[in-house]
Antibody, heavy 116, light 110 residues
Framework: QVQLQESGPGLVKPSGTLSLTCAVSGVSITSTWWSWVRQPPGKGLEWIGEIDHSGRTNYNPSLESRVTISVDESKNLFSLNLNSLTAADTALYYC??????????WGQGTLVTVSS | EIVLTQSPGTLSLSPGERVTLSCRASQSVSSNYLAWYQQKPGQAPRLLIYAASSRATGIPDRFSGSGSGTDFTLTISRLEPEDFAVYYCQQYGNSPPMYTFGQGTKLEIK
């Protein structure tokens, strides 16, 4: 059974960097692409970016200048870094397993609040 | 970048009714690249439909997807109490390679 578990700080200061990790179990991280998606409280879904096991990435152009997604094949996990944070980055952050042009399995999400 | 517009924003219906949700794209989308998700309060989204009309594993057959080009629909043939949720459509574009979502349709109990 595929399971994804996000972890990281729940509170980050403005202008700081958000760092989250997604631990994948039940499937090899080499199997497909892996995404990060976020959802501000009470709002819709925004795709942040994706990575494959070799480290190839695609990013949302609106966030590309601030985002880095990395993968650790040996630990079966992938990570998100988002810098220059503002209050607008406050959101529930999901790690997601990609399919063939769709997002098949979602973690439970982790809330990140940007506040001083 | 392709923009997806869902309509209506909110629908109030009763259990047992049939409902069709709309997702319109600003440019033609390959059917292979169109998916639908259900999100209940406090839960992560769940994949319902991929490639416009294929049901994901474990999804009841009262859910069906159809459409092509710029117009896609999600139909629930007979609403169950657990179907009241927010529904999102999503497409994958190649230039640039990225996922985009519609703004969502909220299905609420009348």
């Amino acid at each position: 059974q595929v399971q994804l578990q996000e972890s990281g700080p729940g509170l980050v200061k403005p202008s700081g960097t958000l760092s989250l990790t997604c631990a994948v179990s039940g499937v090899s991280i080499t199997s497909t692409w892996w995404s990060w998606v976020r959802q501000p409280p009470g709002k819709g879904l925004e795709w942040i970016g994706e990575i494959d096991h070799s480290g190839r990435t695609n990013y949302n152009p609106s966030l590309e200048s601030r985002v880095t997604i990395s993968v650790d094949e040996s630990k079966n996990l992938f990570s998100l870094n988002l810098n220059s944070l503002t209050a607008a980055d406050t959101a529930l952050y999901y790690c997601v397993r990609g399919g063939t042009y769709y997002l098949s399995y979602w973690g439970q999400g982790t809330l990140v609040t940007v506040s001083s | 970048e392709i923009v997806l517009t869902q309509s209506p924003g909110t629908l109030s219906l009763s259990p047992g009714e049939r409902v069709t949700l709309s997702c319109r794209a600003s440019q033609s989308v390959s059917s292979n690249y169109l998916a639908w998700y259900q999100q209940k309060p406090g839960q992560a989204p769940r994949l319902l439909i991929y490639a416009a009309s294929s049901r994901a594993t474990g999804i009841p057959d009262r859910f069906s997807g159809s459409g092509s080009g710029t117009d896609f629909t999600l139909t629930i043939s007979r609403l169950e109490p657990e179907d009241f949720a927010v529904y999102y459509c999503q497409q994958y574009g190649n230039s640039p390679p990225m996922y985009t979502f519609g703004q969502g349709t909220k299905l609420e109990i009348k």
